[in-house]
């Protein structure tokens, strides 16, 4: 990273055989602390012995922004999730992007990155993956979706992160595994990540059968997901919870003037749909989120979510 040098922590657990490789990693943003904490348990919990593959774990992708406590590398101020897959001759983030790129995600056949919601949303675990052009990642994508067990499951198209193309374009599987906020380590989370790790490395036969979980259920599978945005500086009061079931028009909860007199927006939902994350706060402004919302449910997949606390 030119005349800045970091230490780059990473472990790799090589087991009684060469392949598969699978690659887990947290600390893309240096703030969401939970799937930290579950890929450091990770490479104490994992016994080479049983283990029948290998795995790299990359705890904290960006040391930079982790010890500043924020998602911006603070170096040049870019986010390291969207600048795959680098460039060797660019900015210190992408030059990053560029190293774990080449060394970790070229090699791996399946890839799990841990990731965490907004401080000031409530939010339900999940996991995501992506479809593409390429056939046969999009169904090992699809695989590694169906191995997780989470209870929901999105699948999305490649564009809608930086890092899902370039998962694609070196051929190896993507899972994302949501769960938490940014700035909080709370047991459920971690859990939450380490749960969807050890399905997986079961699906994939890499553990043996004292350790591999049981066989985890279907996931509830929906096809796309709905942000629904604010359109004023205000106070904002939501009426449903994280996890809820809600219907197109669906009252989520209003937007109030500053001081309370009067009802600037009435936030409906657009699709019928689950709800992953709902804005905790009080404080609202232009653009901002105040629900995302899966929707587009594939049928036969899973049962159907009641994940409302």
């Keep these: 990273m030119g005349a800045a040098r970091v230490n780059f922590p990473m472990a790799l657990v090589n087991g009684t055989e060469p392949d598969p490789v699978v690659l887990v990693t947290s600390g893309m943003d240096g703030d969401e602390y939970a799937g930290c904490e579950a890929a450091l348990r990770l490479i104490d919990a994992l016994d080479p012995a049983t283990l029948a593959g290998r795995v790299m774990i990359c705890p904290i992708l960006d ?6 406590q924020h998602s911006q590398n603070p170096l040049d101020g870019l986010f390291l999730k969207h600048v795959f897959p680098g460039d060797l001759e660019g900015k210190p983030t992408q030059r990053l992007a560029y190293f774990i790129y080449q060394n970790f995600v070229l090699p791996a056949d399946a890839w799990i990155d841990l990731h965490a919601g907004e401080t000031s949303e409530e939010v339900i675990p999940f996991v995501w993956t992506t479809q593409g052009e390429d056939a046969q990642v999009s169904e090992q ?35 994302v595994s949501q769960a938490g906020r940014r700035h909080h380590i709370d047991e459920e989370a971690v859990n939450f990540h380490l749960e969807v790790i050890r399905n997986v490395l079961a699906g994939m036969d890499m553990l043996a059968a004292a350790e591999a979980p049981a066989p985890a259920p279907a996931s509830a599978l929906y096809l796309d997901h709905e942000a629904i945005l604010a359109e004023h500086t205000g106070l904002w009061y939501a009426h449903v919870k994280a996890g809820e079931t809600v219907s197109a ?30 804005q905790g706060g009080l404080a609202t402004r232009p653009r901002l989120r105040l629900a995302l919302i899966a929707h587009r449910r594939q049928v036969g997949e899973g049962p159907t979510p009641d994940l409302a606390s």
């Design 63 to 68: 040391p930079l922004s982790f010890e500043a």
């Design 141 to 175: 994508n699809r695989i590694l979706l169906g191995y997780a067990g989470a209870g929901l499951g999105l699948l999305h198209p490649p564009g809608v992160w930086e890092v899902a193309p370039a998962a694609l374009a070196a051929s190896t599987a993507l899972l």
């Design 249 to 278: 028009g669906q009252v989520l909860g209003e937007v109030y003037a500053l001081d309370g007199s009067r009802v600037l927006q009435s936030v409906q939902s657009t699709v019928d749909g689950v709800v992953l994350a709902i």
